[in-house]
């Protein structure tokens, strides 16, 4: 770590990290809330762009158990 930065100067800095973050983060998370709002077809080759670019997996729906 840095040994000559008092604990008050390490908070600000982590502080300052984690607002840079959600700046960074804010518009892609706001783009993806309206993608899953928009029209089915439209809404899932959205989130399959966002899932390649991210590397997510496509999560399982609550009730996709097998039908026997």
Known sequence: RLPHLTEADL???????????????????????????????????????VREIFGLTEPVAANSQETR
């Open 11 to 49: 908070q600000a800095i982590e502080a300052a990290f984690a607002s840079v973050g959600n700046k960074m983060l804010h518009d892609p998370t706001v783009k993806v809330r309206e993608y899953a709002q928009s029209e089915a077809e439209e809404s899932a080759a959205k989130m399959e762009t």
